[in-house]
């Protein structure tokens, strides 16, 4: 059962009559459990919907849309389901306490992954998620490999019972589903041999992995309960060559780079960040791959169109990481404008 938000006033769902607060039980007989069941469910033209209204009243609409109009049925938010690995290394646990509630919630839902690009583990998947995710075809997903040794990844999501990754991986690509992977990398836990096998495993899944990020473990004083290694230049190095050699049999052998070092390695390495070209079409870029090629792109293709600014500054606010690169995007800036920065 899903419930209604909001209804689109001029829409379908408008003229039919339906309000916020009616519980959306099923569609053409089948029990509608949330909105992907929803959103699946109500793709045909014809449409049988079984509803009950604020009011407790059970009605059924049935429904002859034109091709591609919409129902105009806002949903309730779903709940999040929730994540019950505890790794040291979650960015949850770098959190100062006192922010807003939502902020500290471990979310770990394939639903998400699929819908808004959010990482998940799969650890907590069952049959039914499984059938599900093949029934609707929920593909990319993507996936928190970390590792794909079954011991080492009992280790770093510090749970004894997570299923093995390779083995979900493989059932579900066998059934069409593909993967945009990401690996956390701890030193000491998961780079070398364990790196290795990782990205051999990934590789050996063929085309079903499209891409695969190698990305440094952060930490923040916050991190009480992290017990491993910091990142620091030299593992950030070695893991920057691991990910050129295997990027460089890729493009051999695949054409596509199909793995790629977030820009927090290139950072910490001081190895100069590749230009555009070499992230493609920047598939992991909101993993922070990527991120910094692309800011110095749509600056080339869109500072002509800046306007002159007489009389006034530009601010320009960023963090630590970032603040030695700013340096010729600023110059860039003041060139065009005519003004200073501060």
């Not at 495993?201 to 923040?220: R, Y």
């Not at 309960?225 to 890729?250: C, K, P």
Request: glycine share 8%; aromatic share 8%; with cysteine.
């Amino acid at each position: 059962m899903v419930t209604v938000a909001r209804v689109r006033p001029g829409t379908i769902a408008d003229e039919l009559g339906i309000q916020p607060g009616t519980e959306l039980l099923a569609v053409n007989g089948r029990e509608v459990d949330d909105f992907l069941d929803w959103e699946f469910l109500t793709a045909d033209d014809t449409l049988l919907v079984h509803a009950r209204t604020p009011g407790g009243e059970e009605l059924e609409f049935d429904i002859e849309r034109p091709e591609g109009e919409p129902l105009g049925v806002e949903l309730v938010p779903p709940s999040v389901r929730r994540c019950a690995n505890r790794c040291e290394f979650c960015f949850i646990e770098g959190l100062p306490k006192g922010l807003r509630k939502n902020l500290y919630i471990r979310d770990d839902d394939y639903r998400l992954s699929f819908a808004y690009g959010n990482f998940a583990t799969l650890s907590n998947l069952k049959e039914r998620d499984e059938r599900r995710i093949i029934e609707y075809r929920l593909s990319p997903l993507y996936v928190s490999v970390h590792a794909t040794p079954w011991g080492a990844r009992k280790v770093l999501l510090n749970n004894p019972r997570v299923p093995n990754i390779v083995e979900q991986l493989t059932r579900l690509s066998q059934q069409g589903i593909q993967f945009h992977c990401q690996m956390v990398i701890v030193p000491g836990l998961n780079d070398g041999a364990v790196l290795e096998q990782s990205l051999q495993d990934l590789w050996d899944l063929g085309d079903a992995v499209i891409t695969v990020a190698v990305v440094p473990v952060g930490l923040t004083q916050f991190n009480h309960l992290f017990t491993g290694e910091s990142m620091d230049r030299e593992n950030a190095a070695r893991l920057l060559e691991a990910v050129g050699r295997w990027g460089d049999r890729a493009r051999i052998e695949r054409d596509k780079r199909w793995v790629f070092g977030s820009d927090e390695l290139y950072l910490l390495s001081d190895v100069p960040l590749p230009d555009a070209e070499y992230y493609e079409d920047f598939p992991q870029i909101e993993n922070g791959v990527g991120a910094v090629a692309s800011l110095r792109l749509r600056l080339h293709e869109g500072i002509e169109s800046l306007p002159a600014l007489p009389g006034r500054r530009i601010g320009v606010v960023t963090g630590t990481a970032m603040a030695p690169l700013m340096g010729d995007l600023v110059r860039q800036l003041e060139q065009q404008t005519g003004r200073s920065s501060r």
